[in-house]
C-alpha cells in the first residue's frame, strides 16, 4: 500500500506534544496498531478518526509531568539525547509555527460563532463548487490525456480535405498504405471510427456510442484488458467474417455486474450478434474525448454496424471517416512524423490523383490536441471565460468574507491589543486569525465538492437535444480534487490575511485609548468599502456579461429560419436499422403512414424529407454546373442538400418564388429539382435559371424546376446558403423524417403521429420524436446554456454583493449609534438618518459601477464573438443591468438604515 | 504528597509484565499482556506514565530500540526490571504470602482456619 501511514499532521501534532522521553516510543506504538490492526479491520477512514481520537484523550499532562520527575533525578539522560537528533520528523513540524492549541483555539472560535461559520462555509462553499464544477469540466474536455502509456509519443493525424480545411478524417485505404509504408517513423498506427448502433437492454433497443478500431488499437495505445484479450490481425483482415467485440468497463460494470461470465457471450448491435472477447480497462473509455465508448468492434464489421450497406467505405479511398493516431517510434519528433505523414500523402496524391489530389495529411501531438484543432481553438476560449467567470464568483463570496472578518477584528482590537501589549508577538497572532479562516476555507472547500458533485450530477442528467445518448465521462478525479484544495487555501489566505493583518496593526496606544474602537468613521473609505466596490464592480462585470448573452438568446430566438416554426411535430420512424427492410416495403410503409397520417382528422399537412433544416446533420452533395467555375480541381461544387416529398414547401411553409414546385412532376419521369434563392445568387448572379440542367457528380442531368425561398440550413447566424432539393422519387426512400401539421398543439400532434405509426406498424422502432420547439432548441442550446450559466453565476454574484453591501452598511449604522442619537436629540428625522446611512452604503455601490463600466467595457469585447445579434456595448443592457444592480443594493442598503431610525437617543447617548 | 518507594498495585502488574516478558518488554506489549493476562484495559498514556514512575523510583531501567517499518521507523522503548525491582516485587509477594498465612480456600470462598 502506498499510503497505509497514520496522518502525518496528527503524527506531528502528537509527538509535538509528546515529552521527548517517550514521543518516539508512543507514537511507533500507536503506528504500529494503526497498521496492524485499527486499519485492516475498520478500514482507512474510521482508522484516522481511531488516530485523531488517541491523541485529543492522550494524557499529556500526567505524561510531561511523569517525564519531568524523571528527567530531575537525572538530568542528563543520555539515552534520550541522539533521540533528538534522530527525529527529523518532528524536527521539520517544530519549525512550522503551529502548534496544536492554535488549532484548538480556532476550532473553538468557530464553534463560538456558529451563524458567522455557517454563513462563511456556505457562501465560499457556492464560490469553491461552482469553481470545481467548471474545473471538472474544463479538465474532463480539454485538460485530461488519454490514460495510455507515453502518451507523448502519440500524433493525431489527419487529411485536408479540397475546402482547405487540414484536419480531416482519413480513408481506411489510406490508412492502410500509411501503415504499410513503415519507415521507422512509427512504432505503430490506428484507426478508429465512432458508431452508433441499436441494443437490446432489458427487451427495449437503446443507442449506444462505440467505436470501430484497428485491430491493434489497445496495444499501439498501450492500454490493458480489465478481462479477456484485444483482437488479432485476422478479426481486421476481411469485411463482415468476425463479429467480434471487446466492451468498455463502464457497460460490464453497470450492465453486467463485473460479470467475468460475459466473455463468449453474445452482445447484438443492430440486430447482428458479436462474441464478447475482451474488456477494456476501467480507466480506458475511448478515444473520444468526454464520450465514453461502450463497444469496441472491428473496423472490418463497418457494414455490419452501419446497418445497411455501407457503400464500399472500406474500400473507397475517397471515404474518408476514419480517426488516425500514430504511436511515434523512439528518437522521432513530431516534426519528423509530419514531415513523414507529409511526403506520404503527397505521394499519394500523385498515385491515386481523381481521389487523393490536394489531400495532404499532418500529425499534430496528441498532447497539444484536445478535442480536435479547430475546435480546441473555438472551446479554450470558452473555457477561460467561464473559468474566469466563476473565479469572479468566488472573489466576491471571499471579499464578503475577508468583510466579515474585517468587522470581527475590529471588534476583538481591544484584545488584541491587549495582547499585543503583554507581549504576544504579531506573527502568533496573524498565524492564529489566519490558522481560523484557513479552517474556514477548507470546511467551505468540503462543501465545494458536495456541491460540485451535486451540480454535476445535475448536469450529466441534462442531455442536450442530440438524437444520440451522450455519456459524459466528468468525473471529480486526483486533478480536480488538488484544484479544490489550492482554491480552498487560497480562499483562506485572500480572505484572512488582510483582515489579520489590519486586525494585529503593531500601532496598539490609540486603540487602547480610543473609546469608539477607531472603526466606522463616516467618509473614510476603509479596507471594508474598498472590498465592497471590487465587489460591485465584479457583480457589475459578470452581471453585463449574463444580461448580453440573455439578449443574445432573445434575438436568436427571433430570427426568422425562413420556415414556418408555428405547432408540428416530428417523427423520424426508424426503417433503415431496425429491420432488415427491402426498398420496395420501406416505400410502401412510409405511403402507408402518410396517407393514416393524412386521414386522421386533427393532420392537415405531411412532408418527408430526409434532412430537416437546422437538424443535428449537416449534408452535402457534389454537384456540376456547367458553365460555372469552382476551385475544386475536379469541378465539382459541394453544395447542402434534402430529398423531399411534394408537399414538403406548403408544409413547411416555404414559398416557391418563380417556376414551380413537385406537385406536377412525374416521381419517375425526368429527374428534377429546385433550388434556394441563395444558390441562384451565388452560382448564377440571380439569373433567370428555371429550365437550367445541372448534374450530378456522375453526369446524371437534374433539370431546375422552380426557385424556393431561402430558409436557415445548418445555423440561424449563417448567411443564405445554396440548397438544392431533390424530389423524393421511387429509389430515394431511404431514412425518412416526418413532419404533421395541423390543428392543436406540437404534444397532441405528436401524440397522435406516434400513435398512427403503432397502428401501420407496432413494432417499427423510432429514431427521434420531437415537436417543432424541441427540434429548433438543438441550436439554441449553445446560446441558451451560455445565458443560463451567466444568468446563475451573475445572480450569485448579485445576492453575494448585496449580502456584502448590506454588512458594511449594518455595521457603520451599529458604530454610529451615539453619532445618530445625537444627531436625533438635535433634531434630526428618521428620513435625515435613514438617507445618511443610505447615502454611504450607495457612494460605494457608485464607485464600483463606475469601475464596473470600465471593466465590463474591456471583458464585453473579448465575447462579441459569441453574441449573436447584438453588439457587445448594447444600450439595453447596459442601461438595464445598472438599474437591477442599484435596486439590489438600494434594498439591501435600506433595511440596516432603517434600523438606524429607531434608534432612541437617550439610549445611544448612554450606550458607551 | 509524600511519595516513598511503595509498589502501587498497577506498578507491581506492569513490572511483573516486564519481567515476563523479558526481551520482548516494550510500550505496546506491555499493554497488551497486561490486558491479557490482568484483564486490566489501560490507555496507552497511563502504560507510559506508570513506566516512567518505575524508573524514577529506579525498579526499571529503559533504552531506546531498532525502528521498524510497521511501527512508521519509529524506535520502541525497552523495558527491564532493575535488581531494585525484583527485591520490591520479592518484597511485595513475602508480604502477600504472610497476609496468606491462616487463610484457607474453600468452596465457598477464603476462611481463616
Not at chain 1, 426503417?575 to 410503409?589: C, I, K, N, Q, V
Request: aromatic letters at 6%; one cysteine or more.
Amino acid at each position: 500500500m502506498s499510503r497505509s501511514t497514520p496522518p502525518r499532521i496528527a503524527q506531528a501534532i502528537l509527538e509535538r506534544r509528546l515529552p521527548t522521553e517517550v514521543a518516539e516510543a508512543i507514537s511507533g506504538d500507536l503506528t504500529h496498531d494503526y497498521i496492524t490492526r485499527v486499519v485492516p479491520t475498520h478500514g482507512r477512514l474510521l482508522a484516522d478518526l481511531w488516530y485523531w481520537g488517541q491523541i485529543v484523550t492522550m494524557r499529556v499532562g500526567s505524561l510531561r509531568r511523569a517525564a519531568r520527575r524523571l528527567t530531575a533525578i537525572r538530568p542528563s539522560h543520555e539515552r534520550n539525547r541522539p533521540d533528538q537528533a534522530s527525529r527529523p520528523d518532528a524536527d521539520i513540524w517544530s519549525r512550522i509555527p503551529m502548534h496544536p492549541h492554535d488549532l484548538k483555539y480556532a476550532v473553538r472560535r468557530l464553534v463560538r460563532s456558529p451563524g458567522f461559520t455557517i454563513v462563511a462555509v456556505l457562501s465560499l462553499g457556492l464560490g469553491i463548487g461552482a469553481n470545481t464544477a467548471m474545473f471538472s469540466i474544463v479538465n474532463a474536455v480539454l485538460l485530461r490525456g488519454l490514460p495510455v502509456s507515453n502518451p507523448s509519443e502519440l500524433v493525431e493525424i489527419y487529411t485536408s480535405d479540397g475546402d482547405g480545411n487540414p484536419y480531416v478524417t482519413s480513408s481506411h485505404q489510406d490508412y492502410l498504405d500509411l501503415k504499410a509504408s513503415d519507415e521507422g517513423i512509427f512504432s505503430g498506427v490506428i484507426g478508429t471510427r465512432t458508431f452508433v448502433a441499436r441494443t437490446e437492454r432489458e427487451s427495449r433497443d437503446e443507442l449506444i456510442f462505440g467505436e470501430m478500431i484497428s485491430w491493434d488499437y489497445f496495444e499501439v495505445l498501450g492500454a490493458p484488458m480489465a478481462l479477456g484479450r484485444s483482437f488479432v490481425p485476422e478479426e481486421d483482415a476481411t469485411p463482415g467474417t468476425h463479429p467480434v467485440v471487446i466492451m468498455g468497463y463502464k457497460e460490464w460494470s453497470t450492465r453486467h455486474d463485473r460479470d467475468p461470465g460475459v466473455l463468449g457471450s453474445t452482445v447484438h448491435l443492430n440486430q447482428v450478434p458479436y462474441t464478447v472477447v475482451g474488456v477494456a480497462h476501467e480507466e480506458f473509455t475511448g478515444t473520444m474525448p468526454v464520450l465514453v465508448s461502450s463497444f469496441y468492434v472491428p473496423l472490418m464489421m463497418t457494414d455490419e454496424i452501419m446497418g445497411f450497406d455501407s457503400g464500399g467505405q472500406l474500400e473507397r479511398r475517397s471515404s474518408r471517416s476514419m480517426f488516425l493516431k500514430g504511436r511515434m517510434a523512439p528518437g522521432i519528433t513530431a516534426t519528423q512524423a509530419n514531415e513523414a505523414v507529409k511526403a506520404f500523402s503527397t505521394a499519394l496524391a500523385a498515385e491515386f490523383p481523381e481521389s487523393n489530389e490536394n489531400r495532404i495529411m499532418s500529425a499534430l501531438p496528441s498532447g497539444d490536441v484536445s478535442l480536435h484543432p479547430l475546435v480546441d481553438g473555438m472551446l479554450k476560449p470558452v473555457a477561460v471565460m467561464l473559468l474566469g467567470v466563476v473565479g469572479l464568483v468566488l472573489l466576491i463570496a471571499c471579499a464578503n468574507l475577508a468583510s466579515f472578518l474585517l468587522a470581527r477584528a475590529e471588534d476583538r482590537r481591544k484584545e488584541i491589543a491587549v495582547r499585543l501589549a503583554i507581549g504576544a508577538s504579531r506573527g502568533t497572532l496573524i498565524r492564529q486569525l489566519l490558522l481560523e479562516t484557513t479552517l474556514l476555507a477548507l470546511l467551505g472547500g468540503a462543501a465545494g465538492l458536495v456541491l460540485a458533485n451535486w451540480t454535476i450530477e445535475l448536469m450529466m442528467a441534462f442531455q442536450p437535444p442530440l438524437p444520440i445518448p451522450v455519456d459524459f465521462d466528468i468525473s471529480l478525479d486526483r486533478t480536480v480534487l488538488w484544484f479544490t484544495l489550492g482554491v480552498s487555501t487560497f480562499a483562506g489566505l485572500a480572505f484572512g490575511l488582510a483582515p489579520a493583518l489590519q486586525a494585529t496593526n503593531p500601532d496598539i496606544a490609540p486603540t487602547l485609548k480610543d473609546e469608539s474602537g477607531g472603526a466606522g468613521k463616516p467618509g473614510r473609505f476603509n479596507l471594508r468599502s474598498t472590498l465592497v466596490v471590487t465587489q460591485v464592480a465584479f457583480s457589475f462585470v459578470l452581471l453585463i456579461g449574463a444580461g448580453l448573452f440573455v439578449r443574445s438568446l432573445q434575438k436568436a430566438q427571433l430570427i426568422d429560419p425562413g420556415f414556418d416554426t408555428g405547432p408540428a411535430a416530428m417523427v423520424w420512424p426508424d426503417t433503415d436499422l431496425s429491420g432488415s427492410m427491402e426498398d420496395g416495403e420501406r416505400r410502401a410503409f412510409f405511403l402507408e403512414f402518410e396517407e393514416r397520417l393524412l386521414a386522421d382528422p386533427g393532420i392537415d399537412r405531411v412532408a418527408m424529407a430526409d434532412r430537416l433544416p437546422l437538424g443535428a446533420s449537416v449534408q452535402t452533395r457534389e454537384f456540376r454546373l456547367p458553365g460555372v467555375p469552382s476551385d475544386s480541381p475536379d469541378g465539382n461544387h459541394d453544395i447542402d442538400d434534402a430529398t423531399v416529398s411534394p408537399s414538403y414547401f406548403e408544409t413547411m411553409d416555404v414559398p416557391i418564388v418563380r417556376g414551380e414546385g413537385f406537385g406536377a412532376a412525374d416521381p419517375n419521369g425526368e429527374p428534377v429539382i429546385l433550388v434556394s434563392e441563395a444558390f441562384v445568387e451565388t452560382f448564377y448572379r440571380g439569373q433567370d435559371v428555371v429550365g437550367t440542367i445541372i448534374e450530378t457528380s456522375g453526369g446524371d442531368p437534374l433539370r431546375i424546376i422552380g426557385v424556393a425561398a431561402d430558409t436557415k440550413v445548418r445555423t440561424l447566424g449563417e448567411d443564405p446558403r445554396p440548397y438544392v432539393y431533390k424530389m423524393q422519387g421511387r429509389d430515394r426512400f431511404l431514412g425518412q423524417q416526418f413532419v404533421v401539421k395541423g390543428s392543436g398543439s406540437s404534444a397532441e400532434l405528436l401524440a397522435t403521429a406516434l400513435r398512427v405509426l403503432r397502428d401501420v406498424d407496432p413494432d417499427m422502432a423510432v429514431v427521434e420524436a420531437k415537436t417543432m420547439n424541441e427540434h429548433l432548441s438543438l441550436l439554441l442550446f449553445p446560446p441558451r446554456m451560455a445565458a443560463l450559466l451567466l444568468s446563475v453565476f451573475g445572480g450569485l454574484a448579485l445576492l453575494l454583493s448585496g449580502i456584502g453591501i448590506y454588512g458594511v452598511v449594518s455595521y457603520a449604522v451599529s458604530k454610529r449609534t451615539r453619532e445618530l442619537g445625537i444627531r436625533m436629540s438635535l433634531g434630526a428625522s428618521a428620513e435625515d438618518v435613514i438617507r445618511m446611512a443610505i447615502g454611504g452604503g450607495m457612494r460605494l455601490v457608485l464607485v464600483g459601477g463606475v469601475f464596473g463600466v470600465i471593466l465590463a467595457g474591456a471583458v464585453t469585447w473579448a465575447i462579441s464573438g459569441f453574441l449573436f445579434g447584438i453588439g457587445p456595448t448594447d444600450v439595453v443592457t447596459f442601461v438595464t443591468i445598472p438599474l437591477i444592480l442599484s435596486g439590489v443594493a438600494l434594498l439591501a442598503a435600506w433595511v440596516p438604515a432603517r434600523r438606524a431610525s429607531a434608534v432612541n437617543p437617550v439610549q445611544a447617548l448612554r450606550a458607551e | 504528597m509524600p511519595r516513598g518507594n511503595h509498589l502501587g498495585d498497577l506498578e507491581e502488574l506492569m513490572l511483573l509484565t516486564v519481567l515476563r516478558l523479558g526481551e520482548n518488554a516494550h510500550g505496546g506489549r506491555i499493554k497488551d499482556e497486561l490486558e491479557e493476562l490482568a484483564g486490566r484495559t489501560v490507555s496507552i498514556s497511563t502504560v507510559y506514565v506508570t513506566l516512567m514512575r518505575l524508573e524514577e523510583k529506579g525498579y526499571a531501567t529503559s533504552w531506546k530500540g531498532e525502528p521498524t517499518g510497521e511501527r512508521g521507523g519509529k524506535a520502541k522503548r525497552h523495558y527491564e526490571v532493575s535488581p531494585e525491582g525484583v527485591e520490591a516485587l520479592e518484597s511485595v509477594r513475602q508480604v502477600r504470602e504472610r497476609m496468606w498465612q491462616g487463610v484457607e480456600a474453600t468452596a465457598e470462598g477464603p476462611v481463616v482456619v
